[in-house]
């Protein structure tokens, strides 16, 4: 059961880019799925996620210019992230979830991540 990132890159300040996690297990359409990052020195963080049925919460550094959509038939999550800034340079998480028949509030499993920098 993995789940794999990619879309990751080196980006202009005010470029765009879109991030997907595909995910192996059967558990993906039926469980909460989300986006973290992780900046240097900095904890990680929660950008965004969403439920089973697609309502969807965002962090508040996300709102606006990050959007996160899922595609329960290709078992895929995307990110796109649009007018990129420097703050944005981080290890970008996909993560589930459920894991195995248990479902939490925290991510039960991660994805290895992808880096997205973004030069000023």
């Known amino acids: 059961e993995e789940l794999v990132e990619s879309g990751g890159g080196l980006v202009q300040a005010g470029g765009s880019l879109r991030l997907s996690c595909t995910d192996s297990s059967s558990l993906f359409s039926t469980s909460s799925v989300g986006w973290y990052r992780q900046a240097p020195g900095k904890e990680r963080e929660l950008v965004a996620n969403v439920d089973r049925s697609g309502n969807k919460y965002y962090a508040d550094s996300a709102r606006g210019r990050f959007a996160i959509t899922r595609d329960n038939w290709k078992n895929t999550l995307y990110l796109q992230i649009d007018s990129l800034r420097p703050e944005d340079t981080a290890m970008y998480f996909c993560?589930?979830?459920?894991?195995?028949?248990?479902?939490?509030?925290?991510?039960?499993?991660w994805g290895q991540g992808t880096q997205v920098t973004v030069s000023s």
């Open positions: 993560v589930r979830y459920c894991a195995g028949s248990v479902c939490s509030r925290q991510p039960r499993k």
